[in-house]
């Protein structure tokens, strides 16, 4: 007989973002970890669309009075996603990732680390690398940007930013992961921008601190120092910003090990360096999270490695390395809204 939590596991691999199954059953072992089976049972019930207790308990013949408390606590568990509409609570479900697994980011065990570091893998590659639609894209850091590049306002960090009326900062879970189990970096720790509503969320959960727009710049340029990778939510109004490095970051480690990482990200710049201007003084080298740039009488950026990230561009004395348009009739355009994402991702899938 298939056990609540396989039901769980399908019903989470039917939301856009997927959750694929593995031989191996680790996502199973997951899921006890985290959830209840009375709580897996109401997560079953949930779909994208916010409810209110009222309608999730007719859906479930149950007392609205009763439930509405253990969604609460689910919620503020991590295990489903809260909004508020008129002051009055709405739940919804929660997607693996981004989502039910980033809100456990202040309860983390070893066990569950390293159950998770044996998912990732499988779920990159079945759910994220195969689909076209992903849920981050790339944006190059400012300093990387020149008057040629006319790039969009949804391409600049410190232009999603200013656009925030609410700003949460929260650890990032990658990075904290890896420290867990004795491979910690060392970079920037919070690291996680949250905006609007996911804001309120991870405020009312105690997930992160709520920050000006001043100091959400001032962790960018943190970021910046630390060599780290912008990866904003793949919409034009995200509703994130990751600051990711590619030693602790699911989705960075995972794509650099493919041979062309810059086939499954969403950018539309690309490095090159000036072979005149170029020292080969290697500088760059360490900069690059992908391992694009080799270096012999000069720097060679490999582009089926670059995903355009910038950061080797302003740490170039020489001022011999820029980056480039791929391709200006394709210029990568950013779904919508983060709905509309989650509706191509919902396609790409056959989901819909
Ligand atoms: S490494 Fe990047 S994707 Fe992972 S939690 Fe940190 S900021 Fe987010
Ligand atoms: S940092 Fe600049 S000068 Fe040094 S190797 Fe890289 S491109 Fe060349
Ligand atoms: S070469 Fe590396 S550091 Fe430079 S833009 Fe490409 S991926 Fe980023």
Not at 72 to 79: H, P, Q, S, V, W
Not at 302 to 314: A, E, K, S, T, Y
């Amino acid at each position: 007989m298939t056990d609540i939590y396989e039901k769980l596991a399908r019903h989470l691999d039917h939301l856009p973002a997927g959750f694929p199954a593995t031989e191996s059953g680790v996502e199973l072992r997951i899921l006890r970890r985290l959830f209840s089976e009375e709580e897996a049972g109401i997560a079953m019930q949930l779909t994208m669309r916010a409810e209110t207790p009222a309608d999730i308990a007719r859906k479930m013949d149950r007392d609205a009075g009763g439930l509405a408390p253990v969604l609460e606590k689910m919620a503020r568990k991590g295990l489903i996603f809260r909004s508020k509409k008129d002051g009055q609570a709405r739940y919804s479900a929660a997607q693996f990732v981004v989502g039910i697994w980033e809100y456990h980011v202040n309860d983390l065990s070893e066990d569950l680390v390293r159950d998770m570091n044996e998912y990732i893998p499988h779920l990159i590659k079945k759910s994220w690398i195969k689909h076209p639609t992903k849920q981050l894209r790339v944006v190059p850091v400012t300093q990387s940007v020149s008057a040629e590049m006319k790039v969009m306002p949804y391409e600049q960090a410190e232009e999603i930013i200013s656009s925030q009326s609410k700003i949460v900062v929260a650890p990032c879970i990658c990075r904290r992961e890896h420290e867990l189990i004795g491979e910690g970096c060392g970079k920037l720790m919070e690291a996680c921008l949250i905006f609007g509503a996911s804001a309120y969320y991870y405020e009312e959960n105690n997930l992160g601190r709520t920050i000006t727009q001043d100091e959400a710049r001032e962790i960018i340029n943190q970021g910046l120092s630390d060599g780290l990778v912008l990866q904003p939510g793949n919409s034009r109004k995200p509703s994130n910003i990751c600051l990711c490095c590619g030693c602790c970051c699911q989705i960075l480690k995972n794509l650099k090990t493919l041979e062309k990482p810059a086939k499954a990200v969403s950018t539309s710049w690309v490095a090159a360096a000036d072979e005149d201007l170029c020292t080969a003084c290697s500088v760059c080298v360490d900069r690059c999270q992908m391992d694009a740039i080799t270096v012999d009488d000069h720097a060679r950026v490999d582009p089926d490695r670059c995903i355009g990230c910038g950061l080797c561009v302003p740490t170039c004395e020489y001022d011999a390395m820029a980056l480039h348009e791929i391709d200006a009739d394709k210029h990568y355009v950013p779904p919508r809204n983060t709905v509309a994402t989650y509706l191509n991702l919902a396609r790409d899938r056959g989901l819909i």
